[in-house]
């Protein structure tokens, strides 16, 4: 019954933008069908997810293939199911949001486009993730793929939407191509292209270590593990908001299942995968908050730190898998637990936080970060919203993001107690870069909510910028009361949690993940200061006087000609942290000379471009293209010159030989 309803949600999703190509290109009707379809397939869907959790909810079917590759083989257990529900429920949210952000009447040339890729998008990962075979994942890998391409590309006229579309398009073939190799090699050692666990011993370390290597590679590309984000930055930023808040609080999530996937196949992996997954998640973490905290773009800020949670879903991972490989399934179940728990979680507070800075650029049309400020005052709902995330994402109480932190910071202090000589490193280093994680992310979000909701308006359009309408604010809200539901009541998730990790461990877990982790007791916390909350905002509101409510200005400092230029931008913000990683930045801050007595006004603009792009990869391709084009030279048209070389080639094959 489970998988039946899921393959019920994936044809709806497939054909829900199919209707709007038949109707006129401003007509609203197609538009508000595909969004109907949308959350029809989106309800079935959860509901068969939901029942894959339960006891006997796994199932597994094949149909008939008339090709020489062998049958289609899906199945649902709950390591699906757990991926299926940010799927389902993030791809329906965003549909509605889209009505209005993305409204058919005044996207003609692009909205049916965008809707029938979105909907084709989300079908494909959820048959990803029920594929049971290996040419069946890889046909849904390249269908979300592709459907991403075009996503990403909905404003193909736009110079730096073309080249993010580029960009994305080589990274995901590249990625494709990884994942090619790896289930060649599986099938040829293993006769079959079925999805099942290998029996220990029966293929070689080598063999085994070479799978795992493709395996991280190709999905670490997706997932945007530095450095291989290099398509991810552009791709977040150039999107349609709530396309945006779908490639990050999903799509890239598909990298985390596949690799969580290809562990599940080896019952016995050795000790060093674990810590080089745990390493990468380290690095990916630090790096990608660092580099978040230098950038003016607001959407590509957001961006960075999908790469930093990507790292601290990977530190959860690799504990897990560290455990799995030392035999400490407390470790495993931590960890794990920690990793899926965030997957989760980030999925809600960073669709959270693209939702509110989509409605930021709906009312000001900009996501430069300098030209914003006191937007707190025109649109108070969507900057609440915006701080709702921001707490989350920081890992703060009493939000959903601080409960899987927790969670792998108790499995990294088991390691780190552990007479374990073997792993006492793997802690050593974890559990301060988890910590420096996380105070990185609080001075990045307390820049962007300072500098974008406080102070004053930085331009005419923060001016006149009004709050969203109630079909954008309303999909924020779900999320909201979702990141206090998690982070104040988290054992309701418990159960679930559990279910994944028995379903991916061999042999099953003996302690239970409510016997390790005191979610009884934060939930008791969390009710108590929710109500600590209410009872102390309702005592302010009827103290303090109405009078205290009159807006004023910013602080002046005794300054009798106050301007938004005063205030802090974020480029000073960040200024001092900037300058300590530079190390890794590299930022590139332009120096400013006085060369006369009088000089004249100028501008100053610095930037923090991303490393392995900006710096290495797109300057090494620039000077191949160049390479190439001098041996066209090579190329003049005579016959007798392609002569000559067929005898230099013959030449050096006799002298070879």
């Avoid at 099938?187 to 220990?200: E, Q, W, Y």
């Amino acid at each position: 019954m489970s998988l039946g309803l899921i393959l019920t949600a994936i044809i709806l999703w497939s054909v829900s933008g199919v209707p709007g190509c038949f109707f006129q290109r401003t007509s609203p009707a197609g538009q508000r069908l595909s969004v109907g379809l949308s959350l029809l397939g989106s309800m079935v869907g959860l509901v068969g997810a939901a029942i894959a959790f339960q006891p006997h909810g796994a199932t597994c079917n094949s149909l008939s293939w008339n090709l020489p590759i062998g049958s289609v083989s899906v199945s649902v257990d709950a390591l699906s199911a757990a991926f299926l529900i940010p799927i389902f429920l993030i791809s329906s949210i965003g549909a509605v949001y889209g009505l209005a952000y993305w409204k058919q009447s005044e996207h003609p040339t692009n909205g049916r486009k965008l809707r029938l890729f979105y909907g084709l998008m989300t079908a494909s990962m959820a048959l990803l993730v029920i594929a049971h075979d290996g040419i069946f994942f890889l046909m849904a890998w390249e269908g979300m793929a592709l459907s991403a391409f075009f996503l990403v590309t909905t404003e193909d006229e736009k110079p730096e939407v073309q080249t993010a579309g580029w960009i994305y398009f080589v990274a995901t073939h590249l990625s494709t191509l990884l994942l090619i190799g790896f289930f060649a090699l599986l099938g040829s050692v293993r006769g079959s292209f079925a999805l099942d666990p290998i029996l220990p011993g029966s293929i070689s370390p080598t063999v085994a270590n070479v799978l795992f290597g493709l395996a991280l590679a190709g999905f670490g590309i997706k997932a945007g593990l530095f450095p291989l984000h290099i398509w991810l930055p552009s791709a977040h930023a150039n999107a349609p908001s709530h396309v945006s808040a779908f490639l990050s609080g999903v799509l890239i999530k598909m990298g985390v299942y596949g690799i969580i996937r290809v562990a599940w196949l080896f019952p016995q992996p050795p000790l060093w995968w674990g810590s080089l997954v745990l390493i990468l998640g380290v690095i990916s973490g630090i790096l990608g908050v660092a580099f978040a905290l230098g950038q003016h773009d607001l959407k590509r800020l957001l961006a960075y730190h999908s790469i930093e949670n990507i790292g601290i879903i990977f530190i959860g991972f690799g504990l897990a898998l560290v455990g799995r490989a030392m035999n400490q399934p407390d470790w495993t179940t931590l960890g794990l637990a920690g990793a899926i728990l965030h997957v989760w979680n980030h999925g809600l507070f960073k669709a959270l936080l693209f939702l509110a800075a989509g409605s930021v650029i709906h009312a000001t049309h900009t996501r430069e970060i300098d030209h914003l400020g006191g937007l707190a005052n025109q649109m108070p709902k969507t900057a609440l919203c915006f701080l709702v995330g921001a707490v989350a994402i920081c890992g703060l109480p009493p939000l959903n993001g601080f409960v899987s932190e927790l969670l792998i910071y108790l499995g990294l202090f088991k390691v780190l107690i552990s007479p374990n000589s073997a792993t006492w490193g793997v802690a050593t280093v974890a559990i301060p870069a988890l910590a420096l994680i996380g105070a990185l992310a609080v001075a990045c979000f307390v820049k962007v909510y300072g500098v974008v909701f406080l102070g004053e308006s930085r331009s005419p359009e923060c001016q006149s910028a009004h709050e969203s309408s109630p079909l954008i604010l309303n999909p924020m809200s779900v999320l909201v009361g979702l990141c206090f539901l998690i982070g104040m009541i988290p054992f309701l998730v418990a159960p679930l949690l559990q279910t994944v990790i028995q379903s991916w461990s061999a042999p099953a877990t003996s302690t239970t993940l409510s016997q390790l982790a005191p979610l009884e007791w934060l939930s008791g916390a969390g009710i108590f200061l929710a109500a600590g909350f209410l009872l102390g905002g309702w005592f302010l509101v009827r103290r303090i006087p109405r009078s205290i409510g009159t807006p004023i200005g910013t602080w002046d400092c005794g300054y009798t000609a106050p301007s938004s230029t005063m205030q802090y931008t974020a480029s000073s913000f960040a200024q001092i942290l900037v300058l300590l990683l530079s190390w890794a930045l590299f930022p590139k801050v332009p120096r400013l000379e006085i060369t006369d007595a009088f000089p004249r006004p100028v501008t100053f603009h610095s930037r923090v471009p991303d490393t392995v792009l900006d710096r290495g990869l797109l300057p090494a391709f620039q000077q191949l293209a160049q390479a190439a084009v001098r041996l066209q030279a090579l190329q003049d048209g005579h016959t007798q010159t392609y002569i000559f070389y067929i005898f230099i080639v013959l030449l050096i094959l006799l002298i070879l030989k």
